[in-house]
T-cell receptor
Framework: DAKTTQPNSMESNEEEPVHLPCNHSTISGTDYIHWYRQLPSQGPEYVIHGLTSNVNNRMASLAIAEDRKSSTLILHRATLRDAAVYYCILSLYNQGGKLIFGQGTELSVKP | DGGITQSPKYLFRKEGQNVTLSCEQNLNHDAMYWYRQDPGQGLRLIYYSQIVNDFQKGDIAEGYSVSREKKESFPLTVTSAQKNPTAFYLC??????????????FGAGSRLTVL
């Protein structure tokens, strides 16, 4: 299965931008890139997704490399409520859209 | 409001007992999924269903069973054959791969503890 690689943890200061990297070198041309985040003892929450072009929504931005082998989730101004585990995952088109989660990046935000 | 409801939120089971976790959605989604999460770990896919009366095994299906008799419901049974069932179980749904991106909506989870 296509895998993603993320750093185990990152730290940020409140109100500063955060760039969360993800490598997905085995991505196929029809696989979407998804980001979700999870607070302790809660279900994951959808953040953003993209295919080839960069994407923006009210929560974050997604920057996708031209070769699609990596992407970066950008939180423009981190708040304490953004502290969570962030998962970068692929929706595998050739496997019925199956989504395989990795370990994720635990983001801590310092006041 | 549309969403996914999982019940119970907490469940205790004795060894050797089967237990069924409920998952109901009112999002009119075609696809539904069950994931398992162990402490400090990511989510692992147990079973998924893209349409009523059909489902496929995920990466860790052994010791689990599911049914999909209605579009809204996808219950998971943890059988006595599951060697280490204590975990946090998450149900999700999506419009399905035909929607393109297949974005998932998750329930709040069910925490199963085997005594």
């Amino acid at each position: 299965d296509a895998k993603t690689t993320q750093p185990n943890s990152m730290e940020s200061n409140e109100e500063e931008p955060v760039h969360l990297p993800c490598n997905h070198s085995t991505i196929s041309g029809t696989d979407y890139i998804h980001w979700y985040r999870q607070l302790p003892s809660q279900g994951p929450e959808y953040v953003i997704h993209g295919l080839t072009s960069n994407v923006n929504n009210r929560m974050a931005s997604l920057a996708i490399a031209e070769d699609r082998k990596s992407s970066t989730l950008i939180l423009h101004r981190a708040t304490l409520r953004d502290a969570a585990v962030y998962y970068c995952i692929l929706s595998l088109y050739n496997q019925g859209g199956k989504l395989i989660f990795g370990q994720g990046t635990e983001l801590s935000v310092k006041p | 409001d549309g969403g996914i409801t999982q019940s119970p939120k907490y469940l205790f089971r004795k060894e050797g007992q089967n237990v069924t976790l409920s998952c109901e959605q009112n999002l009119n989604h075609d696809a539904m999924y069950w994931y398992r999460q162990d402490p400090g770990q990511g989510l692992r896919l147990i079973y998924y269903s893209q349409i009523v009366n059909d489902f496929q095994k995920g990466d860790i299906a052994e010791g689990y069973s599911v049914s999909r008799e209605k579009k809204e419901s996808f219950p998971l049974t943890v059988t006595s054959a599951q060697k280490n069932p204590t975990a946090f179980y998450l149900c999700a749904s999506s419009a399905g791969p035909s929607s393109g991106a297949n974005v998932l909506t998750f329930g709040a989870g069910s925490r199963l503890t085997v005594l």
